[in-house]
């Protein structure tokens, strides 16, 4: 709640100012006490009496006077804005550079923004004032309850010499709700303190004061002799001839059903890659801040009469995103949250959000809104540096912040890192992030303020170098990583990892593939010759249907010289595991099925002469198979063994 | 004709299958994980239902604090007053998976949050199974029911029920452990390595960090043990497979606070002791044949079965008297109501409350599992031709599997990938067959177009199919790499060999056959996705309804525990019905009562009662239990029909079964249970009736319930100890706040109670939370 308070010294340049000690009690002025319902109020009057007693000691009064003051209260929301101007006139001899502008402690407290522009001269025109930069002080012998802000003019004001002043002041967070606990039917209500005159170091000579309302609705206001209530708005003056320092307490107790919508803390991440994107993550902590609901919550009556019983709750907020954001989503801790909207147009993007539930007084809420932004319309190049160019505060209406922090990360590599706002923050600090595939992390400007209300909302620079090659930096070790896994897999499965390479089961190994091979060639031979087997029949059959002896014998021929071939070619294996000693126990089995084969085709040669020699003597079919029949039937026994055979010595 | 071929074509050719088979692998892979992201892309990425939320909390409180907090951590969010001990009562298996995951991506510089990688476990995990499934079915059939096999599991309706992205229970990756180990303990029967009997141990320990179904796996792997024994199928590969895994597994799996003791103590383990002794007698029976004479070995028999009969009766007498002293027979609830159907609904109300602890219908096979069912059949056949360990085993893990998943839907799921092996290999050898004979007989037609007649054709034909299987022998067998694998198809392949002479089918034949093969696995495909899609990807915290005007998204749930985690204090106490127990400590961080782990029946009882009882009583029991708020889930505005009084008969039943004065008849009128103003009076006036309709009939004026399809019986009364805090949108969940007991300063007389109860409250209040 504080406001920008951080550099607090001591300013002794006053001191030739505040000259002389013309001091006005001002007891008189208090409090009229007009309406009986003020007496619910409880009034600072400590602070009243101090600040009376205090003026009696101040060298407050300088050669400046205030001519004529003009201020103009907003209460419209649950921000207050203050609009004072200010005709200043210097009726000393000494030229004078500076303005000071005090705050009560109250306003100090929830002084949010403050701003100073001067319109040279009488020029009442608004275009011509031009800001003037303010900084707070702490003058000498001037009450320690007060805070100073002092505005440096850009020429000094000369003898007699008037410019006017306009002060915008806006605080957070200033008014009570009142009674500060409400049902659900109740309007809120809230009470607003403030004085009928300006609280100033100068004399006043006319002062005006008007206090706007959001509806002409109020429950009670202080009534002093000149005051007046029409419409929605509260005047009261002209005062005239006020002396410094004076103060009339007044308090406007009036109806506010606009959402008290405060930020206890948001969090901003604006995370830059330069792939063409920003990426906005804000974080939540949302709180209704006006006056607590009491009692039931009925569901019934707040969806039959929303506006009725529910007055002071608000469903949803609207934010201003920048044009073209893309990507918006709206969640919290436990998931997504279906209820928004989002309108577009070429200058903005409106995003609609509605919490879970809606928002009475008390209620709190946390959710995380995030968007991507185009990357060329936030970031500019100039004098060598990439420049970001961004708004600070949140882009939701009228809420206010008690603690922003905003995050700009920016991409691997980039240095000599500045950032530059256009009004004091309370802390600026550097730390690094790990994202996606970082080596040694993404810089990280962390900006940090306090009471953040919309007018805060301006666009603030960071600038920093980077170099487009970083850009390449991650592709590369992506690129570079995958082909090292390759190579990996390549050089696994071509390199042979046995530990010891002359161990004996290493060797035995080896010996039993180089078996293994053997026996696979061996059994590829015996199928060969079991398909010229099969094509002997086949020739004897093809005998039988054509009677063509011939081709049959041809048959025959080229049969015996293949079985010829191939026996020679199971010699050499044969022999290779016979010394093999891995091979002992397979080696019967082999010598069975080599003998057996033998037998086997010794017999259908027999059958293939016997039924060939038996076509060339013409004999009758039934005569050839009573012939054959008792060689065909060992054949098939054979064969059957041979196949059996074949199987067991698959390994 | 069989020209052997160039070694260097065929080794590029093989190698040219295995990136290929990898290449498939990997898309089942993709198609796996992809086919279970419906729901993030439909609804969004959340975490699912009941169980889910408690394990993503309880992942989040290991990521928070690391392992050794995990096992210490005894959680006082839920049953309140009794806390329970987390690291004791979990299977931390997918915790420190999910928690593993997170750790080497962020150590990678990999942001990503806890919720996602908790979403995203189970679809990972799926594809894993896959991939286990493929290693599996290669063992039992060959790579191409391996891949068959693969392929179905990665989309099987009732696995992917349970593996949706978000859907972060036990589940997701113990169907994955389940399938490696079965995987391991068939590789190492095949291999009869020592190497893989120790990773089947590793495996199964895995599989008990993850699920209470690990007593499967160590109820099966022993029958099958036994089979194995019965057929004359000993061997040593057998001993190796089982021996290891039995000790090393019992050691490991002790090592699992949640399993303890228990995995030496309770009769879910006593099968595999057994077998365990039975298998060392009978290598001890071959080790002695071996060396000794028939006759000699005839003598020690008759010996040694006098002997051995008395120790295993004196054992056994031991054994069941042991048993016999523990009240469930050493079994738990639920093993028992596996063994016996009807158990728990005897018994037990809280077990048979569950949905999914009923027994399937009929449909919900077809549902679930869908044509598997019907090739189911045809690949047992399959299976036993010829018949091999490995065979065996897929043939006694389908039966076994098909008998619990008639008990309990749950266990479908453990059908599930049985049904996709088995089917997978019916699938790959019809296919087998079916292109080789149109192979065949394409050849047959272009080359020989002559001799297409008669037995000739027949012969040649067969001619032919023999050229071709030794020019495949001999690729493969050139191939020195791929001797391992080539070993299995060159098995199949003598075995096909033979039976290729009778298993040749006329052209047109196989031509529609495999047509129609193909229109069934389309169907297949066609009702996964549709199942995937539609049944089973909404998270149940979300709901849509699709109307004239639109999708329309009920929140409440998210709404209510959002509102409760931001506007109530961080140690207010909340009652619920169970069900709702694991959300509220999940989603909205507050203290429950009961919740869904149901390991104190009494105190569910006391809710319960609690919800049944008039408002007054009520409160007492509530205020007992320092309950500030009461939530209670009401479907009637909306039509949401699983809310609190559609399972107020529960609440009744199970009150009832712990504090007799909760009647279950009170409640129904002539055995009927209703709502309307023929309900009973004890029903009308109980708290659960009271804060669901609460203001209800202000809505629509007549009280219309949208579930129960009438109006309600008792339609304006007002809550006198209970105060509406917060009501939902669409009013599904509706929060009560307990009223403060009522300053009554009255005569002395009456002061005892009130007074007691006042300066309870006033106590509780000065507690030093606030």
Redesign the interface.
């Known amino acids: 709640m504080q406001c920008d308070l951080c550099i607090l010294k001591p300013h002794q340049s006053h001191q030739s100012q505040i000259s002389s000690s013309v001091h006005y009690l001002l007891v008189t002025e208090i409090i009229s006490a007009a309406d009986p319902k003020m007496k619910r109020f409880r009034f600072d009057l400590s602070l009243f009496i101090l600040l009376g007693f205090c003026m009696l000691f101040s060298p407050a009064v300088s050669s400046l006077v205030i001519s004529q003051l003009d201020r103009k209260i907003d209460l419209s929301s649950h921000i207050v804005r203050s609009t004072v101007s200010l005709k200043v006139e210097n009726n000393g001899d000494d030229s004078v550079s500076e303005v000071l502008l005090p705050f009560t402690e109250k306003q100090a407290k929830s002084l949010a923004f403050l701003t100073a522009s001067i319109g040279e001269g009488k020029g009442k025109a608004k275009g011509s004032f031009d800001s003037v930069p303010l900084k707070p002080v702490n003058p000498e012998g001037m009450n320690p309850k007060l805070t100073w802000y002092s505005v440096s003019l850009r020429k000094e004001l000369l003898k007699g010499g008037s410019i006017t002043l306009e002060v915008k002041a806006v605080y957070a967070q200033i008014l009570r709700p009142f009674p500060e606990k409400i049902t659900q039917a109740d309007v809120q209500l809230v009470s607003f303190e403030e004085s009928a005159c300006y609280l100033s170091p100068y004399a006043v000579n006319v002062q005006l004061l008007t206090v706007k309302l959001p509806e002409p609705k109020v429950e009670s206001y202080t009534k002093l002799d000149i005051s007046k209530f029409s419409g929605s708005e509260i005047k009261y003056g002209p005062y005239e001839n006020i002396a410094p320092f004076s103060s009339i307490p007044i308090t406007v107790h009036y109806v506010n059903n606009h959402p008290f919508s405060v930020a206890r803390e948001l969090v901003r991440e604006i995370e830059i890659s330069h792939w063409g994107n920003v990426q906005v993550t804000e974080s939540y902590n949302l709180v209704h801040a006006g006056a607590e609901i009491t009692?039931?919550?009925?569901?019934?009556d707040y969806q039959a009469r929303p506006h009725v019983r529910g007055a002071s709750a608000f469903r949803n907020l609207v934010a201003k995103l920048p044009p073209r954001a893309h990507s918006i989503y709206f969640r919290?801790e436990?998931?997504?949250?279906?209820?928004s909207n989002v309108w577009s147009d070429s200058t903005k993007t409106l995003l609609e959000i509605e919490p879970?539930?809606p928002m009475f007084g008390?209620?709190?809420?946390?959710f995380t809104v995030g968007y991507g932004l185009p990357l060329q319309d936030f970031l500019f190049l100039s004098e060598g540096k990439r420049v970001l160019d961004i708004s600070f505060g949140c882009p939701m209406n009228e809420v206010v912040i008690e603690n922003l922090t905003v995050k700009i990360v920016l991409p691997e590599g980039s240095n000599d890192i500045s950032a530059s706002v256009p009004f004091p923050i309370e802390q600026q600090s550097q730390e690094t992030k790990?994202?996606?595939?970082?080596m040694v992390g993404r810089p990280v400007v962390v900006l940090e303020k306090k009471n953040v209300v919309p007018e805060h909302n301006q666009h603030f620079q960071v600038s920093y170098q980077f170099s487009n090659l970083s850009l390449l930096r991650e592709p590369i070790m992506l690129v570079f990583g995958f082909f090292l896994f390759f190579v990996a897999c390549i050089a696994y499965a071509h390199a042979d990892l046995t530990i010891s390479k002359s161990s004996s089961s290493y060797l035995s190994k080896l010996q039993w593939?180089e078996v293994?091979?053997a026996i696979?060639?061996f059994?590829?031979v015996m199928?060969?010759c079991?398909?010229i087997h099969?094509?002997l029949e086949?020739s004897l059959?093809?005998l039988s249907?054509t009677g063509d002896l011939q081709t049959c014998k041809a048959a025959r021929k080229a049969a015996d010289s293949t079985l010829k071939e191939l026996s020679k070619e199971l010699k050499p294996l044969l022999s290779f595991l016979q010394s093999s000693s891995q091979a002992t126990q397979l080696l019967p089995k082999v010598d069975e099925l080599v003998s057996k084969e033998k037998e086997l085709q010794e017999k259908l040669m027999l059958k293939h002469s016997t039924v060939t020699d038996s076509y060339e003597k013409k004999s009758g079919g039934r005569e050839i198979e009573n012939r054959v029949a008792s060689i065909q039937q060992k054949i098939s026994v054979l064969r059957q063994e041979v196949?059996d055979l074949?199987?067991v010595i698959?390994? | 004709m069989a020209a052997p071929e160039n070694p260097q074509t065929s080794t590029l050719r093989y190698a040219f299958g295995n990136v290929l088979s990898i290449f498939i692998l990997l898309l089942i892979g993709v198609l796996a994980f992809s086919i279970r992201l419906f729901s993030v892309i439909k609804y969004e990425s959340v975490i699912h239902e009941f169980d889910p939320y408690f394990n993503y909390r309880v992942t989040q409180y290991l990521i928070k604090t690391g392992v050794y907090d995990f096992w210490n951590w005894f959680d006082d969010r839920t049953w309140y007053p009794l806390g329970r001990v987390i690291g004791g009562t979990v299977y931390p298996g997918l915790t420190l998976t999910a928690g593993a995951l997170w750790k080497i991506l962020n150590s990678l510089n990999i942001p990503l949050s806890v919720e996602t990688v908790c979403v995203f476990t189970a679809p990972i995990f799926s594809a894993f199974a896959s991939w286990a499934a493929y290693l599996l079915t290669k063992e039992v059939k060959g790579v191409g029911a391996g891949l068959t096999a693969a392929a179905l599991l990665a989309m099987v309706p009732s696995y992917i029920s349970r593996s949706v992205a978000g859907s972060y229970d036990n589940e997701a990756v113990a169907i994955f452990a389940l399938i490696f180990t079965f995987y391991l303990y068939v590789k190492t029967l095949n291999t009869g390595s020592l190497f893989y009997a120790t990773l089947n141990a590793m495996a199964y320990f895995y599989m008990v960090c993850s699920w209470g179904g690990y007593t499967f796996i160590i109820n099966l792997i022993p029958m099958h043990v036994l089979l194995c024994i019965v057929t004359g199928r000993y061997s040593s590969r057998l001993y190796i497979a089982y021996a290891p895994l039995v000790v090393l597994g019992t050691l490991l799996a002790s090592l699992v606070p949640v399993v303890g003791f228990n995995a030496v103590m309770t009769s879910e383990h006593f099968a595999s002791f057994l077998v365990f002794l039975v298998i060392h007698v009978v290598a001890l029976v071959y080790y002695v044949k071996g060396i000794l004479t028939p006759q000699m070995f005839k003598v020690a028999v008759t010996l040694i079965v006098s002997v051995g009969l008395i120790v295993c009766v004196a054992v056994l007498a031991v054994l069941i008297a042991l048993v016999a002293s523990s009240p469930t027979k050493g079994w738990s609830g639920r093993s028992l109501s596996l063994l016996d159907p009807t158990y728990a609904s005897k018994y037990i109300p809280i077990i048979a409350s569950v949905s999914e602890h009923q027994p399937p219908t009929w449909p919900s096979y077809f549902m679930d599992i869908n044509v598997l069912a019907f090739l189911v059949p045809a690949g047992i056949i399959a299976c036993f031709s010829p018949l091999s360990d490995a065979s065996s085993f897929a043939v006694l893990y389908i039966v076994t599997s098909v008998y619990f998943s008639g008990v309990m839907v749950r266990l479908m799921l453990v059908l599930a990938p049985a049904a996709c092996i088995i089917s997978g290999i019916a699938l790959s050898e019809a296919f087998d067959v079916l292109t080789r004979s149109i192979k065949y007989q394409f050849h047959d037609k272009t080359e020989n177009p002559q001799l297409n007649s008669g037995d000739t054709s027949n012969n040649s034909r067969t001619d032919e199919v023999k050229m071709e299987k030794s020019e495949d022998s001999l690729k493969e067998r050139s191939s020195r790499k791929n001797k391992k694998k080539a070993k299995e198809t060159e098995k199949a392949s003598v075995i096909s060999q033979i039976e290729q002479r009778l298993l040749v089918l006329p052209f047109e034949a196989s031509f529609i056959a495999i047509f129609l093969l193909i229109l069934l696995g389309a169907f297949y495909v066609v009702h996964s996705v549709w199942a995937a899609a539609e049944a089973y990807s909404a998270p149940s915290i979300v709901l849509t309804s699709r109307s004239h005007d639109g999708l329309h998204v009920f929140d409440d749930f998210r709404e209510a525990y959002g509102w409760l985690r931001h506007n109530t204090e961080v140690d207010d106490k909340v009652a619920s019905w169970w069900d709702y127990g694991y959300q509220t400590t999940a989603m909205a961080n507050r203290t429950v009562i009961v919740d869904n782990n149901t390991w104190n029946n009494t105190h569910i009882a006391t809710v319960g009662t609690a919800m049944s009882s008039p408002e007054k009583a009520a409160w007492e029991i509530f205020n007992s239990l320092d309950v500030k708020y009461v939530l209670v889930v009401f479907g009637g505005l909306v039509g949401y029909p699983s809310d609190d009084i559609n399972k107020f008969l529960w609440m009744v039943r199970i009150g009832g079964g712990v504090f007799p004065h909760i009647k279950e008849p009170d409640y129904l009128r002539d055995g009927q249970y209703r709502i309307d103003s023929q309900a009973t009076p004890t029903m009308l006036n109980c708290l659960m009736y009271k804060l669901s309709y609460y203001r209800f009939v202000e809505t629509d004026g007549k009280g219309y319930d949208r579930v129960r399809h009438t109006e309600i019986g008792k339609k304006y009364f007002k809550l006198t100890h209970f105060e509406e805090v917060f009501t939902t949108h669409h009013w599904m969940v509706r929060i009560y706040k307990l009223k403060p007991p009522r300053n009554r300063i009255r005569g002395k007389t009456k002061k005892s109670k009130t007074v007691k109860s006042y300066s309870k409250r006033s106590g509780a209040k000065k507690n030093p939370w606030h």
């Open positions: 009692g039931e919550f009925s569901r019934l919290d436990i998931g997504n949250i279906s209820t879970r539930y008390g209620w709190r809420s946390s790990f994202s996606h595939l970082d593939d293994q091979t696979q060639q059994q590829n199928n060969r079991l398909i099969d094509k086949a059959r093809d249907r196949d074949l199987e698959d390994i």
